[in-house]
């Protein structure tokens, strides 16, 4: 299984994928990172058949909701990441579709953020929805273990 | 339109720019009545976050303004920090920083060029619409972008914000082995660019020209990326010790970002165009035969042939690329010893999308005292209003859908990274 946490550690919230994939990491799970943007998204999960995606987004939900969304699943309205790009997560599963790279099994855990200003801190409901998202991605790989 | 009630053209999203922010364009019949490019965030964070930080810092904290630039903030601050320093690095090592930056030329222009501003030419809502018809253009933008990372990987550690980068050279370099290792992608690279030249050229471009005062590097010898003098179409040569001598940023009450101006001018145009217009003998042979046979002789003013112009610059990052390459030998040591000392330096370096300054004071210590950051989109920020002024009255008579659109194609020839000027970026146009 591939395990991608995106996001920017300088803008707040949006360090959420990166920390929940650093989180892992301690705990001997390896995991990659990246900003989220699509192409680069595109070339981690290019080839791989499982995958997992952290990122911060941003629905009408309350912050700190954590969102497991499948490919089919995904919001049309949301922001899938947060980061400052123009093409992310959702343009990735479209396009990775198109183009037939999509992995065949693809999970997006979603983290409700609201504060993404250059060196914000991370809010506290984040932080707690961060540990809810280790704690499930953890007994996942567990229980296929 | 005259004669006709008054109109609103809204865009409250401008996709396919790196980042969100909004554009308000107010039309009274076919004049346009306001022009307001707004921005929301505060844009002047990095410079109070990097005051008190070792200058050792400072590449390392600016990359991380903008996920699709992060070389040229780190090129800017090395420089502008060996300048303050009164540094001399190794001629391998300022060869390396031109390979760097190479990789980030290609990653970004392969990005816009076919995944942000083509599927406007073509009609297409996003790049995802324009797969369905054009796979392989769109293959071949994934395949251009993965070698610039590549090179990035290669010197900078990772991707997205590098951080082998340092004050006085590399943290480490690589060996001769390894950048050659590299040149049968960038020689499928450079056969791609040139492709992307011609299919560039096929594209329809809107009869739209304005007398810009075209801004960018000049080299000697050299296609600008790191260093030469700040040169204009109007006559500017200037040193970069000299630049707020003769720009200055100005405050508007719509949007948090500052404009820059040429001071007692206004305006002024940053980015591929500029450099092609005002470079366009440095660039290499195959680039310059290239452009000519797509129809581009200097100066350029259509502001939408930017679109094949940044094709063009593709060729040359491929080519120069790998000219690097053919003449590197690893350095004696990947950086100089670098000493705390007081000293104010700045320095300009070409971003993808125009120039950057930086400008740093640093105390006996070597804590940063003193930071300036003014990214490219802030420079042209000015200039894209003063064309959206003009452009829309031409599309008075257009649906209000279709001069949206064209109103965005305009606004993304300038591939604002409004990122680096600030956080998100949204467009937005009324007609009354």
């Given amino acids: 299984m591939l395990i991608i946490g995106c996001g920017n550690r300088q803008r707040g919230d949006d360090a959420a994928g990166l920390i929940v994939a650093e989180r892992l990491r301690d705990g001997g799970i390896p995991t990659q990172t990246c900003s989220g943007e699509a192409t680069e998204v595109m070339e981690l999960w290019r080839d791989h058949d499982d995958v997992i995606i952290i990122d911060a987004v941003t629905t009408a939900s309350r912050i700190g909701t954590l969102h497991i969304w499948d490919p089919e699943g995904l919001p049309k309205n949301c922001q899938v990441s947060a980061s400052t790009h123009g093409l992310g997560?959702?343009?990735?599963?479209?396009?990775?579709?198109?183009?037939?790279?999509?992995?065949?099994?693809?999970?997006?855990?979603?983290?409700?953020?609201?504060?993404?200003?250059?060196?914000?801190?991370?809010?506290?409901?984040?932080?707690?929805?961060?540990?809810?998202?280790?704690?499930?991605?953890?007994?996942?790989?567990?229980?296929?273990? | 339109m005259s004669g006709r009630g008054g109109r609103t053209i809204k865009v409250d999203t401008l996709a396919r720019v790196e980042g969100e922010?909004?554009?308000?364009?107010?039309?009274?019949?076919?004049?346009?009545?306001?022009?307001?490019?707004?921005?929301?965030?505060?844009?002047?964070m990095f410079e109070a976050f990097l005051r008190g930080r070792h200058f050792s810092e400072a590449p390392d904290i600016t990359a991380r303004i903008c996920g699709i630039c992060p070389i040229a903030y780190q090129?800017?601050?090395?420089?502008?920090?060996?300048?303050?320093?009164?540094?001399?690095?190794?001629?391998?090592?300022?060869?390396?920083?031109?390979?760097?930056?190479?990789?980030?030329?290609i990653e970004s222009h392969a990005l816009h060029v076919y995944m942000l501003h083509a599927p406007d030419f073509l009609g297409y809502q996003d790049v995802i619409e324009m797969a369905k018809d054009h796979r392989a253009a769109v293959e071949k933008a994934l395949r251009l972008k993965k070698i610039g990372?590549?090179?990035?990987?290669?010197?900078?550690?990772?991707?997205?914000?590098?951080?082998?980068?340092?004050?006085?050279?590399?943290?480490?370099?690589?060996?001769?082995?390894?950048?050659q290792e590299l040149v049968s992608d960038l020689e499928w690279a450079?056969?791609?660019?040139?492709?992307?030249?011609?299919?560039?050229?096929?594209?329809?471009?809107?009869?739209?020209?304005?007398?810009?005062?075209?801004?960018?590097?000049?080299?000697?010898?050299?296609y600008p990326l790191n260093e030469g003098r700040l040169v204009s179409s109007h006559g500017l040569n200037i040193d970069a010790a000299e630049y707020e001598d003769r720009f200055v940023e100005v405050h508007v009450k719509h949007s948090n970002a500052l404009h820059s101006v040429m001071r007692g001018k206004g305006s002024y145009f940053v980015g591929p165009l500029a450099r092609f217009n005002l470079n366009f003998g440095r660039l290499p042979e195959i680039a310059q035969k290239a452009a000519i046979e797509a129809g581009l002789r200097p100066p350029v003013k259509n502001l939408f042939r930017s679109i094949v112009v940044r094709a063009v610059e593709l060729v040359f990052a491929c080519a120069e690329a790998l000219r690097v390459i053919g003449e590197y030998e690893a350095p004696a040591a990947a950086h100089v010893d670098v000493a705390n000392r007081a000293g104010v330096g700045q320095a300009i370096t070409e971003a993808p999308r125009g120039i950057l300054y930086h400008r740093y004071a640093v105390d006996e210590n070597g804590l940063i005292v003193a930071a300036k950051i003014v990214p490219p989109t802030s420079q042209n920020q000015r200039r894209i209003e003063d064309d959206l002024r003009e452009y829309a009255g031409h599309l008075a008579a257009w649906p209000i859908e279709e001069a949206t659109w064209k109103c965005e194609q305009a606004v993304r020839c300038y591939d604002p990274c409004i990122s680096c000027a600030t956080h998100f970026l949204k467009v937005r146009i009324d007609r009354q």
């Fill in chain 1, 89 to 145: 997560i959702a343009e990735a599963v479209e396009l990775s579709r198109t183009l037939g790279q999509l992995p065949a099994r693809l999970r997006v855990y979603g983290i409700e953020g609201r504060e993404f200003g250059v060196s914000s801190e991370i809010s506290p409901d984040v932080m707690r929805a961060i540990e809810i998202a280790v704690g499930r991605i953890e007994s996942e790989i567990r229980s296929r273990a």
């Fill in chain 2, 21 to 44: 922010g909004a554009l308000y364009i107010k039309m009274a019949g076919d004049r346009v009545a306001d022009v307001k490019l707004k921005i929301y965030e505060p844009p002047r």
């Fill in chain 2, 75 to 105: 090129m800017s601050a090395v420089h502008a920090i060996e300048r303050a320093l009164a540094i001399k690095i190794d001629p391998a090592v300022r060869l390396l920083r031109r390979l760097f930056y190479c990789g980030e030329w």
């Fill in chain 2, 149 to 179: 990372n590549r090179i990035v990987h290669l010197l900078g550690g990772r991707e997205i914000h590098p951080i082998s980068a340092c004050v006085g050279g590399f943290y480490k370099v690589p060996s001769r082995k390894q950048v």
């Fill in chain 2, 190 to 222: 450079l056969e791609a660019s040139l492709e992307t030249v011609r299919w560039t050229s096929t594209l329809e471009f809107p009869p739209f020209e304005q007398e810009y005062e075209f801004v960018a590097l000049q080299h000697p010898d050299e």
